[in-house]
């Protein structure tokens, strides 16, 4: 029975207490009903004798509506709704009866008015008219639209697929580009896929949207797909397919178990990427632009969920480069680029472009002239841990250890580990468990310091995704993350060289050890790592800035004037001059109550000016303190 009343029949007992078909042949004079109740499990089958009944040709179904039922789907408007949503493409006409109004003309009553006289003359005046509102039953159609997947490509114009898009899809603006093709062979459907112009203004949740119409024989089927028809990463794409080899009762368990659904799936996702591939060849770059603004991120999906297609993926990939300002690059490109000693693709993961241009880790390879590619959105960095390698070349995150920079002067980098080597050791005793150790850095030319990411650890842009998550326990993973951290110092930095010397002696002072602290928040600063501790930092920061106001106000510093490094920094040999450590103060001449040349101020002689404001800052609670000056300094 399922079989000879076809799809949806039985459903009708879903709103219908009782349901009855009326049926005549145009060969036959007799006329059958079929009757059923829900839930009674009997049906009967009877001839009609009612001659109101009785049928010129075809089937009549009479449905009686369940009480909770009625009011909503005898609706006139739900009737419609559900016609254009499953019926539209049907091949032969339905029409709706609706109840509609139109203006008629009505003559009006004048009554027996007769005025003596004029009985003769009241026959031959005009009749008085006029207009009122009447309702009357018309049938409507209500599947106009054509399916044009089913005509020929070369008979279709490009104003007809347009006109199909918008009305099909609701939309307003005409799509980047189309394509409709059909498939024969073991399996045979059409399909008319469209790309739009724009995405969604809710791109995450484009994903779900139902932009994939599957029709079987022009019945609408369904358009809530999990991947089985199309992958999750296409979404964005907008379309109909419509096979004759699927059966009209189809459902989810035989979308996925069906080899009839894989082998669409398999080609409909290969004439996707026709699609997109069409668009980035095309001479106008600015509509590949513009698809990778609004769709990139899916693409970028599709590398994490789709290992079998990355041969066709990762063409389709564009990311920002330290070589190009405001365009951006493929990774075939980036490999075509490469010099010849050069053995990975480097990339920095940042929040903006801006961030990563100005990120420390790049200073060594920009010296060297290597292009590192920058990661900016969430899912960039999970992509190329997806990828691993791109035409063998291994990709490198630059701000993690252990990073590859090409030959090296091992001799060099040998007698400087040997001689920073007790400084490493003392910061390490310094920050504790903060960080997981100090070395000396090879990324480093101007910048003091940075804090690095163990190999197999998070950057500082992951840990940042990862404190933005809504579920799970991210702080705990944080503070697991926290303690892998490196701290990598620059050896040719006058700051650390003096640090260097004072850490010879096994030095205690305050002021160097303040020092550390403040390297190691600023390198968490810089290096794109989130404060521990906000407010010390701050209060650190107010103190310095409060120092140096202090000698100011005592004369001791010239207004507008700072603590410099007397040596500079020579960019050919990324090295600082002999005079490290040394900073450029104005000499104050008692005599001529004014300022001289500068003069070379020591490590130590900055210390003791510094104690010796601080005193002066606390008032009297320095000179009750009878230890004298030179050994507090010490």
């Known amino acids: 029975l399922i079989g000879q009343f076809g799809v949806g029949f039985y459903a009708s007992f879903l709103v219908a207490q009782k349901v009855a078909v009326s049926t005549k042949s145009p ?12 839930d009674s499990g009997i049906y009967a089958v009877h001839e009609e004798t009612d001659p109101e009944k009785l049928l010129t040709r075809g089937t009549c179904i009479t449905l009686f509506f369940k009480e909770d039922a009625k009011a909503e789907f005898s609706n006139p408007t739900k009737i419609l709704s559900l016609v254009k949503n499953y019926s539209e493409f049907i091949s032969f006409p339905i029409l709706l009866q609706q109840e509609k109004t139109r203006q008629v003309e009505v003559v009006e009553d004048a009554g027996a008015k007769n005025i003596k006289g004029e009985e003769g003359a009241s026959s031959k005046e005009k009749k008085k008219t006029k207009k009122i509102t009447e309702k009357y039953l018309d049938w409507e159609l209500v599947n106009s639209t ?165 041969k066709r993926l990762l063409p389709l990939l564009r990311f920002h480069s330290s070589k190009y300002e405001d365009d951006m690059t493929t990774l075939k490109a980036y490999v075509e680029n490469m010099r010849k000693d050069q053995k990975v693709i480097y990339y920095l993961a940042a929040e903006t472009v801006q961030s990563a241009e100005s ?53 060099k980098h040998r007698e400087l580990r040997r001689k920073f080597g007790r400084l490493c050791k003392w910061m390490k005793q310094q920050l504790g468990n903060r960080v997981a150790k100090v070395q000396l850095s090879k990324r480093l030319n101007s910048t003091p310091c940075v804090l690095v990411s163990p190999d197999f650890g998070w950057s500082a842009n992951m840990e940042r995704i990862v404190r933005a998550q809504t579920l799970g ?81 005592e004369g001791q510093l010239e207004m507008g004037s700072t603590y410099e490094p007397a040596d500079t920094y020579d960019e050919s040999t990324g090295e600082y001059d002999e005079a490290a450590g040394a900073y450029d103060e104005p000499a104050y001449d008692e005599a001529e109550d004014g300022y001289g040349e500068p003069a070379t101020a020591s490590y130590d002689e900055m210390e003791k000016d510094l104690l010796e404001s601080e005193m002066s800052m606390q008032g009297n609670a320095g000179a009750e303190d009878d230890e004298p000056l030179e050994k507090r300094a010490e």
């Open 473 to 553: 326990d991210a702080a705990s993973a944080v503070d697991f993350a926290r303690g892998s951290r490196i701290l990598e110092i620059n050896p040719n930095h006058p700051m650390l060289k003096d640090l260097n010397d004072v850490s010879k002696d096994g030095s205690e002072s305050t002021s160097a050890k303040k020092t550390v602290e403040l390297l190691y928040e600023t390198a968490l600063l810089s290096s794109g790592f989130a404060l521990e501790d906000p407010a010390t930092y701050s209060m650190q920061v107010f103190e310095m800035m409060a120092t140096a106001i202090s000698k100011r106000r």
């Open 27 to 38: 060969k036959s004079d007799k006329q059958f009903v079929w009757e059923g109740e829900a």
């Open 359 to 411: 990120s420390p880790f790049l200073e060594e390879l920009t010296k060297r002239g290597l292009e590192v590619l920058f990661l900016v959105e969430p899912i960039d960095e999970m992509v190329f841990n997806k990828l691993q390698t791109f035409e063998d070349k291994k990709f490198q995150d630059i701000s993690k250890e252990d990073i590859d920079l090409g030959p090296e002067d091992e001799t």
């Open 146 to 310: 054509k399916p044009i997947w089913m005509r020929s490509p070369k008979e279709v114009t490009k104003n007809e697929y347009e006109d199909f898009y918008k009305k099909t899809f609701n939309e307003r603006l005409e799509p980047m580009t189309y394509s409709h093709f059909s498939t024969e062979g073991e399996v045979e459907f059409k399909t008319l896929f469209y790309i739009p112009k724009i995405a969604p203004f809710n791109s995450d949740e484009a994903s779900k949207m139902k932009n994939i119409r599957l029709f079987v024989k022009r019945v609408f089927i369904s358009d809530e797909f999990d991947g089985e028809l199309f992958p999750r990463y296409l979404s964005f794409i907008k379309g109909v397919v419509d096979s004759n080899d699927l059966p009209l009762n189809v459902s989810r368990e035989i979308l996925q178990e069906s080899r009839v659904v894989r082998t669409m799936k398999k080609r409909l996702v290969k004439k996707a990427f026709d699609m997109i591939e069409e668009i980035a060849k095309r001479d106008n770059k600015e509509e590949y632009k513009n698809f990778w603004r609004n769709f990139g991120k899916h693409i970028k999906l599709g590398c994490i969920e789709d290992s079998a297609n990355h």
